[in-house]
């Protein structure tokens, strides 16, 4: 796999984010002295970004708010949320080794994520898995985010990688179609943050477990051509 280039999604696909996301979200409610909400509730919109969760626990409520005081209770929760990114968040259970074996084999790693790009290096950071990519790529990195194929590609470029031999992966149907948009198959994680079930998106192929990535990407992949 020594010219693979693998661009990962992170929430929901590489960590699990959402318990933290959830209470960042229920802290910011409780200023307006609104109660939490439960993360059943707020984890399906997880992939849909800060404002949708706090949307979603305003919904629960009953409350309406203007955008304006929307865009303010967005920066409280980011500001809460940087400064509790990973209490509670974690890799998903083989995604560590999944990751440090492509890169022993050579492959080029990226992240492009919709999460903000200082949010995403310092949960990497937190988790010590920051130094394994070479490109992390927010949704304000470029001038495009998910679904613009231009995410996506601008990740594989910035990480020096190769698109002829390029897979995503992701866990959304933001993820699947961005892929399919730029031409780079798609391998959808079964276990992550969709409404629905990630086959119904149909992505290229689905996996359950992280042990089943190498096997999956050489199903997709063409052989690599022999170095002259």
Not at 44 to 68: C, F, I, T
Not at 122 to 138: P, S, T, W
């Amino acid at each position: 796999m020594s010219s693979l280039t693998a661009v990962f999604d992170l929430d929901g696909t590489l960590v699990d984010t959402a318990a933290d996301l959830a209470a960042a979200t229920n802290r910011t409610l409780a200023g307006l002295k609104l109660g939490p909400v439960a993360a059943s509730i707020l984890r399906p919109v997880v992939n849909s970004g800060a404002r949708a969760m706090l949307e979603a626990g305003l919904l629960h409520h009953g409350v309406s708010k203007s955008a304006q005081q929307i865009d303010e209770l967005l920066n409280t929760f980011l500001a809460d949320y940087a400064n509790n990114i990973a209490i509670e968040s974690r890799p998903y259970p083989g995604a560590l080794a999944a990751i440090e074996g492509l890169k022993r084999d050579g492959a080029r790693l990226g992240v492009c994520t919709n999460k903000r790009e200082h949010l995403a290096r310092k949960l990497l950071g937190e988790l010590k898995m920051d130094q394994l990519f070479d490109a992390i790529v927010g949704r304000d990195t470029l001038p495009v985010h998910k679904p613009d194929p231009g995410h996506l590609i601008g990740t594989v470029i910035l990480a020096d990688g190769d698109l002829g031999r390029c897979v995503m992966i992701g866990d959304s149907e933001i993820d699947v179609r961005t892929g399919k948009s730029a031409g780079i198959p798609v391998i959808g994680i079964a276990f992550g943050y969709s409404r629905e079930p990630i086959a119904t998106f149909k992505p290229d192929l689905v996996i359950d477990r992280y042990d089943r990535l190498g096997a999956a990407i050489e199903t997709l992949l063409p052989p690599a051509k022999p170095r002259r």
